[in-house]
């Protein structure tokens, strides 16, 4: 078979091989373990049939990808080897304009629902130890995107098996999800929501045991925006503060004065909270600095109050530091909205958690203060988010973001699984 080339020219070249399965196994193979299918025998038979013979390749997708992180928007690889296996089977998959991420449908009719996992890596070194961990330096997969990529990969080929679908299932396979502007608006841009009716993602949660899914209905994660504050002063002798503006202080009075009006201001039950995460103004003890720069996330669980923290943000600010006489420019980023999922998309969501694996498998889980670009999909169609439980229920729980994270590979199964049953669920 041809490999498809989704680098536009210039775009560094990885491990390209003639075929996806050769892309699959370095120099010395690639070591498996079984890995139980936890909701075995619970049907459709062709479901069944696809995982008992393709669970080893499942696996082996999943620590390929693992072992070649790719960062945001240059998923080229990884793009790769997911369009070679959907070509492989009959698909037609489309690349995004940028070279990376794609979309594909299976099945025929006028309804669409859609499956989506996001494939980049962060710029993190990886500590697991693991046979199969990162050959980059200084790039890992220690958010699960490697898992997700694998599951939703695994849903589509586990469909592209069955005799007959009742309505087509888009695949969107997004790159960009760890930065800002996500690859979600790429997706949209690219038409990727055209048609949906709703839309369903996983994500990996080491809280939660393997074979349990978490969902909720409404908010599910926060808004995230950034905020950088630059200040800007006449500077001057410490022995006389009085002649010019003092920084330093004005700083200080924004550290600790922003959060606390905030606090006054916003509803707080809407989990608005700001923190900073970098500070720095001056070298000497005895000088005031002419300039200086503050930096922090500011996050909220309410989309209303989201969109009113912008105007509201600057208004305080400015009351703040017009008392100093220090200059200042403030330029608020804002990220992502909150994943707010839908009632009755929930609702098709657990229907398909029960099938797949049974109720034992449904949990609740609360609403996250971190931010996940699915949300933009949810400004456009209905759909809904859930927790993959990849914990093995035995070792310490080992967080996302950090360079130890690691997960129960049986949580590939399971999520292949709740992906082709919610799908299934979806089109009834």
């Not at 849903?155 to 888009?170: F, M």
């Not at 039950?269 to 070298?283: C, D, I, N, P, Q």
Request: net charge negative.
């Amino acid at each position: 078979m041809t490999v498809l080339d989704s680098r536009p020219s210039g775009a560094p070249s990885g491990n390209t091989a003639s075929s996806a399965t050769e892309m699959l196994v370095g120099p010395t193979g690639v070591s498996m373990s079984p890995v139980d299918d936890l909701g075995e025998g619970r049907g459709p038979a062709w479901l069944d049939d696809w995982l008992k013979a393709h669970a080893s390749d499942v696996v082996a997708w999943r620590r390929h990808i693992h072992a070649h992180p790719e960062l945001s928007r240059r998923e080229y690889n990884t793009t790769e080897l997911v369009a070679n296996l959907l070509r492989e089977v009959g698909l037609k998959p489309r690349v995004l304009p940028g070279g990376t991420g794609l979309i594909c449908d299976i099945g025929r009719g006028p309804r669409i629902v859609a499956l989506r996992a996001d494939m980049d890596a962060l710029p993190l070194h990886e500590n697991t130890g693991s046979p199969f961990a990162s050959t980059v330096d200084g790039v890992s997969h220690a958010c699960g995107h490697d898992a997700h990529t694998t599951v939703l990969l695994g849903a589509a080929l586990a469909l592209a098996s069955a005799t007959e679908l009742p309505g087509r299932v888009r695949l969107v396979f997004q790159p960009a999800e760890e930065v800002m502007p996500g690859g979600a608006l790429d997706v949209l841009a690219a038409g990727g929501l055209d048609g949906v009716e709703r839309i369903f993602g996983l994500h990996c949660d080491p809280r939660l045991q393997v074979g349990r899914i978490g969902t909720r209905i409404g908010a599910i994660t926060s808004a995230s925006d950034l905020l950088e504050l630059r200040l800007s002063s006449p500077g001057g002798h410490t022995s006389r503060p009085h002649l010019t503006a003092d920084l330093v202080h004005a700083l200080g009075t924004v550290i600790t004065g922003l959060p606390t009006m905030l606090s006054r201001r916003v509803d707080p039950r809407s989990g608005t909270v700001l923190v900073w995460g970098a500070v720095h103004a001056g070298e000497a003890p005895n000088a005031v600095p002419q300039d200086g720069v503050l930096r922090g996330t500011l996050r909220t669980g309410d989309r209303d109050i989201w969109a009113e923290l912008e105007p509201l943000v600057k208004d305080l600010v400015t009351g703040l530091l017009l008392p100093t006489g220090v200059g200042f420019d403030l330029h608020h980023r804002r990220g992502v909205p909150p994943v707010v999922n839908e009632r009755e998309s929930t609702q098709i969501l657990r229907a398909g958690i029960e099938a797949a694996l049974g109720d034992d498998a449904l949990a609740g889980t609360e609403q996250s203060s971190g931010g996940e670009d699915f949300g933009w999909y949810l400004e456009h169609v209905p759909g809904s988010f859930a927790r993959l439980g990849v914990w093995n229920g035995v070792e310490k729980q080992r967080d996302l973001h950090q360079p130890t994270f690691d997960l129960d590979e049986r949580a590939l199964l399971v999520g292949v699984r709740v992906m082709v049953h919610t799908a299934l669920a979806a089109l009834a």
